[in-house]
């Protein structure tokens, strides 16, 4: 599979927003139901992601195979944390080989410095839950009314985990 990745003109964020609520829609609904209609949730989202991802130090990666969006990822790099704010996988590209490949591509591109990994987890996705353990993140606490999980771990499991050099 022809899997590429890349970091969008901050410029052009608003008008990928849609297609990145569509993926995150799509993995997200069947776990945690919305509340609101398929548009209230897409804007609501995009209001509050499009300005986030406008600033730095948050970044957001952009998954494809061929000309097919299939993911994206939002991070951002701060104080010797690697914090993964969001990845979103098609499906269908679940098991495909992308997640693998993606940190492959994207760790030689993060700060030498880093010591630590996080991510937030909703309590309700046992699928990232198992992931994030899998990479060698710990459970550390449950936060925001018992609604996520907050995960940690070290940097040097990630890279030895996806063959980088530490």
């Given at each position: ?65 061929g000309c097919q969006l ?8 701060n104080n010797g944390i ?85």
């Amino acid at each position: 599979m022809d899997f590429h990745f890349e970091y969008p003109d901050r410029s052009f964020v608003d008008q990928i927003l849609p297609d990145l609520f569509s993926l995150f829609y799509e993995n997200m609904h069947s776990i945690v139901p919305f509340d609101k209609s398929y548009s209230e949730a897409l804007s609501e989202w995009a209001s509050e992601i499009g300005c986030a991802l406008k600033k730095e130090p948050r970044k957001l990666v952009l998954m494809y195979c061929g000309c097919q969006l299939i993911g994206f990822c939002m991070y951002y790099v701060n104080n010797g944390i690697f914090m993964m704010e969001e990845i979103q996988i098609k499906k269908d590209f679940c098991g495909s080989g992308a997640f693998r490949l993606f940190y492959e591509w994207l760790i030689p591109q993060l700060p030498s410095d880093i010591l630590f990994v996080e991510a937030f987890v909703n309590i309700e996705n046992l699928r990232s839950q198992q992931i994030l353990e899998h990479i060698g993140l710990l459970k550390c606490e449950e936060i925001q009314n018992g609604r996520f999980f907050h995960y940690r771990g070290k940097y040097s499991v990630l890279l030895n985990k996806y063959g980088a050099k530490s």
